[in-house]
């Protein structure tokens, strides 16, 4: 070792080195962590759009079939007699809370 401790390895190195691996070693863990939380945004925001658009189906499904009576039922067309030979009626009267229509 010279005088001015250029020649050798000193403690200071070794401690600079393995504050340098640490700091690293940090780094890596919130990156790591960050990667892992915008994973995990984007799975539910997928989740969240397949399930939203599942929803939808499942809304125009109803309102497409909605008005079609199936073969064996006769329920719809007998709505539909009723209201094409006279219109529906409503009576309403005042009661002390308003007008109350039956």
Known sequence: MTANGTAGQSPVFFSNLIDAIRQGGRLMARLLLGGVLVLAA??????????????????????????????????????????????ITLEARQTARGWTVE
């Open 42 to 87: 984007g799975i539910v925001a997928l989740a969240t759009t397949v399930l939203g658009l599942l929803i939808a189906m499942a809304a125009l499904i109803f309102r497409f079939t909605q008005n079609r009576p199936s073969m064996g039922s006769r329920s719809g067309s007998a709505d539909t007699a009723r209201t094409q030979s006279q219109p």
